[in-house]
């Protein structure tokens, strides 16, 4: 799975975002473990402008300069219609998860 580096465009930013928000995979979250929010499973959803994607909570800081391809075009808004498709879904995740923790291994 390919992945997208900082700066993006706004139009990939403004995907990020809408991506971020869908619930169609699990977000991005902050990777400091003492992140001063610690909201949903002890993590803060990340946000994103066109330098990246960045934790909101007040005095954390933590930034994430990439993001996987599929977020960054809008293809996740087909993954949102593959919603009944459970096992299509599960492949997805397994892809892109993987490639994320290999990617943010250094954390
Ligand atoms: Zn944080």
């Given at each position: 799975m390919d992945t997208v580096e900082a700066p993006f465009t706004a139009d990939q930013a403004a995907s990020i975002r809408g991506y971020q928000q869908s619930g169609v995979l699990r977000p991005f979250a902050c990777a400091?473990?003492?992140?001063?929010a610690h909201t949903w499973r002890g993590r803060s959803w990340l946000l994103c402008d066109e330098d990246g994607l960045f934790c909101?909570?007040?005095?954390?800081?933590y930034r994430q300069a990439w993001a996987l391809a599929f977020m960054a075009d809008w293809a996740w808004q087909g993954m949102r219609r593959a919603g009944r498709d459970r096992r299509r879904v599960r492949r997805l995740m397994r892809g892109a998860w993987g490639k994320a923790r290999r990617v943010q291994a250094p954390y």
């Open positions: 400091r473990d003492d992140c001063p909101p909570a007040p005095g954390c800081g």
